[in-house]
């Protein structure tokens, strides 16, 4: 199983970038599919999530109200709509899913089991 994110670029500070992301190979359950992003020198960082079923969302607090996930249940897809992008932005973001049903791992990097190969956010002022 792979996944496959896509969507990065290098933009300008207040612009937007959508990322994506769907898996090839075998198909397999997952509960929740998350974002997460990674600066250089930093730890990876939990960014939005949202569970397969209901579509409930989870965000950190530093992108509240900025960016957006959203599935596409149909394609097995799951977006990550990013706006007013910060130079604080800048990462490599990363998708991946959980096969935990308890939603109080959807912030937590060792839940998730397979993962994308990471897309370059570049914010510049």
């Known amino acids: 199983v792979q996944l496959q994110g896509v969507g990065g670029g290098e933009v300008q500070v207040g612009s937007s970038l959508r990322l994506s992301c769907a898996p090839s190979?075998?198909?397999?359950?997952?509960?929740?599919m998350g974002w997460f992003r990674q600066a250089p020198g930093k730890e990876r960082e939990f960014v939005a999530a949202?569970?397969?079923?209901?579509?409930?969302?989870y965000y950190a607090d530093s992108v509240k109200g900025r960016f957006a996930i959203s599935r596409d249940s149909a394609q097995s897809t799951v977006y990550l709509q990013m706006n007013r992008l910060k130079v604080e932005d800048t990462a490599v973001y990363y998708c991946?899913?959980?096969?935990?049903?308890?939603?109080?791992?959807?912030?937590?990097?060792?839940?998730?089991?397979?993962w994308g190969q990471g897309t370059q956010v570049t914010v510049s002022s």
């Open positions: 949202i569970s397969w079923s209901v579509g409930s969302t």
């Open positions: 991946a899913a959980n096969a935990v049903s308890d939603i109080g791992t959807v912030y937590e990097v060792k839940y998730y089991g397979f």
């Open positions: 190979g075998r198909t397999f359950t997952s509960h929740f």
